[in-house]
């Protein structure tokens, strides 16, 4: 699947850094966090006349990123995301259900903007934060040959662009070093991974409207060049 569509988004998001870079190189920020992602997006559906639902699980991963501030208050955020769910789809079609697992990888890039509080309280400084992303859904097994129970289908990757809004909080740790606690919802369209919306020949998944990724996060920020 081609990915032309959302690097001008990508373009956009690295020259904005860059301009805020050169503005402010005296005071950034770099972070690093451990996830908990909850993607959200079940579905129940026949296929064939056979019943079917889809849903994912909660899984892991990790962010990076860095932020350059465009005043006291606001800045610019960009970070590259890569987390687990995997896509579980039920046969309800037989006397007892059959599950069939695949591992789901989903790498994002998001570019935000960050709003802080003017000043901290007991060490505690809350921000909001919203932007748009790219994510890549890419499926990794265990059984990538295998879709709703039909043989020699491959699925593909699913490209999305989507939005995420939320927040947190930063707490003082040590000199130029705060623990980060996030939430956000990562807001995209529900992924197909290349199969067609409507019957055919072979497998198809007919499913639509939006997924959403809630994602707690926590990890440490280093404050550069104070």
Do not use: W
């Amino acid at each position: 699947m081609k990915v032309a569509r959302p690097l001008p988004i990508v373009v956009a998001v690295v020259a904005l850094c860059a301009s805020a870079t050169a503005l402010n190189a005296e005071d950034f920020s770099v972070f690093a966090m451990g996830s908990i992602s909850s993607l959200f997006d079940k579905g129940y559906y026949n296929e064939y006349t056979t019943p079917y639902g889809s849903t994912y699980k909660t899984g892991g991963g990790i962010t990076f990123g860095a932020e350059v501030p465009l005043g006291k208050i606001l800045g610019v955020e960009g970070s590259y995301s890569k987390v687990r769910n995997n896509l579980v789809l039920t046969n309800y079609g037989v006397s007892t259900p059959e599950e069939f697992g695949y591992g789901i990888h989903n790498q994002r890039l998001s570019g935000d903007l960050v709003a802080h509080a003017p000043r901290s309280l007991l060490g505690f400084k809350p921000y909001l934060a919203a932007g748009l992303e790219y994510d890549r859904f890419s499926p990794t097994g265990p059984s990538p040959n295998v879709f709703n129970g039909f043989v020699n289908v491959s699925l593909g990757n699913a490209n999305k662009v989507g939005v995420n809004y939320g927040g947190g909080v930063d707490m003082s740790l040590l000199p130029h070093i705060n623990l980060r606690v996030d939430v956000r919802d990562h807001l995209t369209g529900t992924p197909t991974y290349g199969l067609p919306p409507s019957s055919g020949v072979g497998a198809y998944f007919p499913v639509s409207g939006a997924a959403h990724d809630l994602q707690y996060s926590a990890g440490i920020v280093v404050h550069l060049g104070k």
